[in-house]
């Protein structure tokens, strides 16, 4: 059970990659092209921006789950709560029971930077191979 979910954490976040170098790739008519150097132009930015998105997703978790954003998403829902009709109803009264509910509960983020790295050495191979031809 547990090698399947983190298999699907790996193939959902594969096929988000994927989704995103082919929208780059469909929009830049690659199909189209015909120069060897403007394909691997268009190849290593699919990539390049796919695997800085994946990337930069497991580095903002890695930061939320060390506590980074703690204050400002606690900062941020007492002043909704202000606008509540039953103040007894809020979750968290304080910032300590709050941080403290928040520590059980954090995430994992290997598998973001693991993929998006992954997509970050494809772009760098497509890069090598533009200035091999260029």
Not at 86 to 100: G, L, S
Not at 101 to 106: E, L, P, R, S, T
Request: charged share 20%; aromatic share 18%; proline share 1%.
């Amino acid at each position: 059970m547990k090698d399947t979910k983190k298999f699907a954490r790996y193939a959902i976040t594969s096929v988000v990659g994927i989704v995103i170098v082919l929208t780059i790739v469909l929009s830049k008519n690659i199909f189209n092209l015909q120069d060897p150097i403007e394909i691997y132009k268009a190849l290593t930015d699919a990539f390049f921006i796919a695997g800085v998105l994946i990337t930069g997703y497991g580095l903002l978790i890695v930061a939320s789950n060390g506590g980074t954003f703690d204050m400002l998403v606690f900062g941020v829902g007492r002043f909704f709560d202000l606008f509540r009709k039953d103040m007894m109803k809020v979750k968290y009264k304080t910032f300590y029971e709050y941080r403290t509910a928040k520590q059980d509960k954090k995430q994992g983020f290997g598998y973001l930077i693991l993929v998006g790295l992954v997509f970050l050495i494809l772009s760098f191979l497509f890069l090598w191979l533009y200035y091999k031809v260029a």
